[in-house]
């Protein structure tokens, strides 16, 4: 799984299992992304085969699985660090400036890895608070 700004990918084999890092070979399966600003699965239009729903089906569960709710998006954050860009993205505007604020004076006063995983934990703060997100992570 590779993480480009708000959007995660994953890549299907044609026998519908989810390619493994360093065993499968990622040129010949399908690509999905999912975008976490708009928390909608994208296909990745080319691939070595024809799509199947059966295809887009198991994309779906594994993103799912993955970040399906606030509560499992905020779980893959604490263990993925995604950037302050990406985390910005998912936070109603008006917690936006608070929230880069704060992440601005922890970067003067700690190292990178310590203000990320410290902006990480603002982020989850407020990110559990339906109000605090963007429309489409509110249920």
């Known amino acids: ?3 480009i700004f708000t959007t ?3 890549f299907v084999t044609k026998d519908y299992q989810i390619a493994v890092d360093g065993v499968d ?6 690509k999905f992304g999912f975008d976490l600003e708009f928390r909608r699965l994208n296909p990745f239009l080319f691939g070595p085969f024809s799509v199947e729903l059966r295809h887009d089906a198991v994309a779906r569960n594994f993103f799912d699985q993955l970040v399906g709710t606030p ?3 905020i779980e893959f954050v604490r263990k993925n ?4 860009t ?3 993205a998912l936070l109603e505007p008006r917690i936006r400036i608070m929230f880069l604020s704060v992440c601005a004076i922890l970067e003067k006063d700690t190292t990178k890895e ?4 410290a902006c990480v934990d603002i982020w989850a703060d407020k990110f559990q ?3 605090n997100r963007i429309e489409v992570w509110r249920n």
Do not use: V
Request: aromatic share 4%; with cysteine.
């Open 1 to 3: 799984m590779d993480i």
């Open 8 to 10: 995660l990918t994953c």
């Open 25 to 30: 070979d990622k040129s010949q399966c399908l």
């Open 71 to 73: 509560e499992k998006l």
């Open 81 to 84: 660090q995604l950037s302050k």
């Open 86 to 88: 990406s985390l910005t």
């Open 114 to 117: 310590k203000c990320l995983k």
């Open 129 to 131: 608070y339906p109000e």
